[in-house]
C-alpha cells in the first residue's frame, strides 16, 4: 500500500502538491479554529480523491451487471433482480468509505515521517530527513518544541489511526489529533 503511494507520488505532480499542501496545512495549526478547517480540508480532499476512485468502476460494475442480468440501460429493474444490484451498491459503498479511510491513512502516514522528522532534527539527526522540502520548517519546529512535543504528536497519530479502525468520525478525528498540534496536549 506505501510502495504504491510512493511510485505515485514519484510519478504524480498533483499528488505530489497536494501531500505538500497538507503537510504546509498541518504546520500552520495555531489553534482550534485553524484544526477544525485544516480537517475539514483533508478529509473533504480525501473524499475526492476516494470518489474519484471509485466512480468509474462503480458505474462499470453497475452497466456488467445489468448486461448480465439482462436489464437495458435506463429500463426499470425488474423485482426479481433488485436484491442484486442492492447488494452491488451495499459493496460499493462500502469500498467507498475504505477508500476514505486509506486516504486519511495516507495522510496520517505523512504527517508520521514529517513529526518523525522534527525528532530526528531535535536530536541532531539531519541526515534522517524524509521530508527534505520542509526541512526549514521542520528545523524551527525542532527548537521550538523539543523531542518531546513532537514525540506526543506521534502518538496522537497513532491513536487517530486506532479511533479511525474503530469508526469514528474521521473529521472528529482528525480535529482531535490537530488540537493537539497546536497545543502539545492531549485534548
Known amino acids: 500500500r506505501h510502495i504504491g503511494m510512493a511510485q505515485r507520488l514519484a510519478t504524480d505532480v498533483a499528488a505530489r502538491a497536494r ?3 497538507t503537510l504546509r496545512g498541518v504546520l500552520g495549526v495555531r489553534g482550534v479554529g485553524d484544526a477544525v478547517e485544516v480537517a475539514a480540508r483533508i478529509v473533504q480532499a480525501a473524499t475526492d480523491d476516494a470518489k474519484a476512485l471509485t466512480a468509474e468502476r462503480d458505474e462499470a460494475e453497475r452497466a456488467d451487471l445489468r448486461r448480465t442480468l439482462g436489464v437495458a440501460d435506463g429500463a426499470a429493474l425488474p423485482p426479481a433482480v433488485r436484491s442484486q444490484v442492492t447488494a452491488l451498491e451495499d459493496e460499493q459503498k462500502r469500498r467507498a468509505t475504505r477508500s476514505l479511510r486509506d486516504g486519511i491513512d495516507r495522510v496520517l502516514t505523512d504527517l508520521q515521517s514529517m513529526y518523525r522528522d522534527v525528532v530526528m532534527l531535535a536530536f541532531g539527526r539531519e541526515a534522517d530527513m524524509i521530508n527534505r522540502e520542509l526541512e526549514s520548517e521542520l528545523r524551527a519546529l525542532a527548537q521550538t518544541w523539543g523531542p518531546r512535543r513532537a514525540l506526543v504528536v506521534l502518538d496522537r497519530i497513532a491513536e487517530t489511526r ?7 468520525n474521521p473529521t472528529l478525528a ?8 497546536a497545543s502539545g496536549r492531549t485534548p
Request: aromatic residues 0%; without cysteine.
Open 19 to 21: 501531500r505538500e499542501e
Open 174 to 181: 482528525l480535529e482531535s489529533l490537530l488540537v493537539t498540534v
Open 162 to 168: 486506532r479511533n479511525l479502525e474503530q469508526n469514528v
